[in-house]
């Protein structure tokens, strides 16, 4: 049984949506990588998830697009370290960090216009490089 993952003071994620599996990895170790189950991939339960908020969940779904796996799961592999615990520790980091990141909705845009100051220093900066182009049309002797 995996423990719960706490996200946020007051906001965590159950243990029993969480699940993981440990390989062989490859990388550094030498003949330990041969022989050791190192790499972990740790599987987070999005879609029978009740903790998290549907806005939550929807932008949670739209950031980790690419590591959803085909049953609506949460994919994080980590072999960084020779250490399985550690290894499942950095795992459970990313997966915290990534829902972390979601919690707060992003601010909507305000469509604005250009003030009129702007709008003037804009069309005398075209008539300017206008002008100085205009001056260097040169009309030259077919001599």
């Known amino acids: 049984?995996?423990?719960?993952?706490?996200?946020?003071?007051?906001?965590?994620?159950?243990?029993?949506?969480?699940?993981?599996?440990?390989?062989?990895?490859?990388?550094?170790?030498?003949?330990?990588?041969?022989?050791?189950?190192?790499?972990?991939?740790?599987?987070?339960d999005l879609e029978n998830n009740r903790t998290l908020h549907d806005g939550v969940k929807a932008r949670l779904r739209a950031r980790a697009a690419a590591r959803l796996d085909a049953h609506g799961r949460i994919v994080i592999t980590c072999d960084t370290t020779r250490s399985q615990s550690q290894n499942l520790e950095q795992a459970r980091q990313r997966l915290a960090d990534l829902v972390r990141g979601v919690l707060v909705a992003p601010k909507k845009r305000r469509p604005t216009k250009p003030s009129k100051g702007a709008k003037r220093a804009r069309v005398e900066d075209k008539r300017r490089v206008a002008s100085k182009k205009q001056?260097?049309?040169?009309?030259w002797d077919d001599g």
């Open 1 to 44: 049984m995996t423990p719960d993952l706490v996200v946020a003071p007051g906001l965590f994620l159950p243990g029993r949506e969480l699940s993981w599996t440990a390989s062989r990895s490859g990388g550094p170790g030498g003949q330990n990588v041969n022989k050791v189950s190192t790499k972990v991939e740790l599987r987070f």
């Open 135 to 139: 001056s260097r049309r040169g009309g």
